[in-house]
């Protein structure tokens, strides 16, 4: 479960920011509330949340940085990520100065994680700054359990077994390279492994990063169908029937869709079958068609992980209701069993009109001329002549820019300067 997640000098985004899912004290829709208890405290997260923002505020930096974070923890190291290269990461006008700052706060196995990471010497588009690890803290249910600054490390005696700080500090720092996480490293065989383990199957099972929904795919080293074994904690069962059910949800009324080995290929893919022949469905299916198929899998296996799904642009080729069945399965208390989350980017304000979101659970990505910034739509409160009411038409409102976030967008005087350098001319002026 995502609590909240800061970024800094991170692309477009200069100024520290935070992406909170803690919902804030107001009377709302209840059902997208999202609750856990720790020993004896109780936490509560967003059971979704929607980004809107014009074309390059910073939505999908957002996104990207998520995925960063994401990527070192599993390596390590970063240096050693496939999202982006860490020289496209730092924010772009920034000083030589300015580190990159991350921190995520997240529940996971009746654990609450605080996980912070600075990283230094990192400018864009530099081949040469060699960045460095300058900061990293890690807290578990709100204890100090490592705190370093550059190489030196700050571990509290009670985490470490009797008698034997001073050789594990001096083993720890001795092994540590500038580049690598501590958390991953020296933590993981020095410090708590079975800790690290929780930590880390968050970050690569219950933190799903989808940059882009065409990326998708359904075909199973993610899924285990119903004749290839039971389910487990980090895949699940998924029949043909219910992907062909999914897809005669999509309109598929004509062809069954049954996921099948071609040829000598070790993966299922999806084909249809049309007059007991089975043809690769992409080569027959729309492309809506197919990222439905593909799609909706991904948001059951997160649903029955309880995991946080992010994702750019999710309703891209979608249809609104297939994005409105979506949502409500998230903020189903039946359905959303498991606790998982939803936070995706879009422009479409047809979901502010529907009002299936609470006040905080819609944000606004703004950008100036130098940072992006996020607010809520709960910020405006809900006295005076900018506040929120019930009866506010919230979409009437976002568009005609009173919540920012949203640009005025006019191509007119671009393509007539075009037609002119190109002698355009009506038939009846030649």
């Known amino acids: ?20 899912m803690i919902p804030v004290n107001i009377r709302d829709i209840p059902y997208s509330v999202l609750a856990e208890k720790i020993s004896h405290r109780s936490y509560k997260a967003l059971s979704s949340s929607i980004l809107y923002g014009a074309n390059a505020s910073g939505k999908s930096n957002i996104i990207l940085a998520l995925d960063f974070l994401r990527e070192i923890v ?48 990192a400018k864009f588009l530099s081949e040469n700054s060699n960045p460095f690890v300058k900061k990293e803290i890690l807290q578990i249910d709100d204890k100090l359990v490592f705190k370093r600054i550059d190489k ?16 594990i500090l001096n083993q720890a720092e001795s092994s540590l390279s500038s580049n690598e996480l501590f958390l991953s490293n020296g933590f993981k065989t020095l410090i708590d492994t079975d800790m690290y383990s929780i930590i880390l199957h968050w970050f690569k099972e219950c933190l799903v990063v989808v940059r882009k929904i065409d990326f998708i795919s359904a075909t199973p080293t993610r899924y285990d169908y119903e004749k290839m074994g039971d389910a487990t904690e980090d895949k699940f069962k998924l029949s043909s ?47 809506g068609t197919m990222k439905i198929i593909n799609f909706v899998p991904l948001v059951i296996a997160v649903m029955a992980k309880g995991a946080t799904l992010v994702i750019d642009e999710m309703d891209s080729s979608l249809h609104p209701s297939a994005v409105f069945s979506i949502i409500n399965a998230f903020h189903n208390n039946e359905l959303n069993v498991k606790q998982a989350q939803l936070i995706f980017t879009t422009h479409n304000p047809i979901y502010q009109k529907a009002k299936i979101f609470r006040r905080d659970e819609i944000k606004f990505i703004e950008r100036d001329d130098r940072t992006s910034s996020i607010h809520s739509l709960s910020d405006f409160g809900t006295s005076g002549a900018d506040g929120v009411k019930n009866s506010t038409d919230i979409m009437k409102n976002y568009l005609s820019g009173k919540y920012g976030a949203i640009n005025y967008i006019d191509f007119s005087d671009a393509i007539a300067e075009a037609l002119v350098l190109n002698d355009c001319k009506r038939e009846d002026e030649e």
């Open 74 to 121: 599993i390596s390590g190291n970063i240096e050693n990520q496939r999202s982006i290269p860490i020289q496209l990461i730092p924010g772009f006008c920034n000083d030589e100065s300015d580190s990159i700052e991350l921190s995520i706060l997240f529940i996971h196995k009746k654990h609450c994680f605080d996980y912070q990471i600075e990283i230094g010497n």
């Open 152 to 167: 030196a490390l700050n571990i509290p005696s009670q985490i470490i077994k009797h008698n034997q700080e001073s050789l």
């Open 241 to 287: 029937d219910i992907i062909d059910k999914i897809a005669k949800e999509a309109g598929i009324n004509t062809t069954t869709i049954q996921y099948l080995k071609k040829d000598e290929e070790h993966n299922l893919q999806p084909f249809s079958i049309i007059d007991n022949k089975a043809v690769v469905a992409r080569f027959i299916e729309s492309e």
């Open 1 to 20: 479960m995502l609590l909240s997640f800061s970024l800094k000098n991170f692309r477009s985004f200069r100024d520290k920011s935070t992406l909170s």
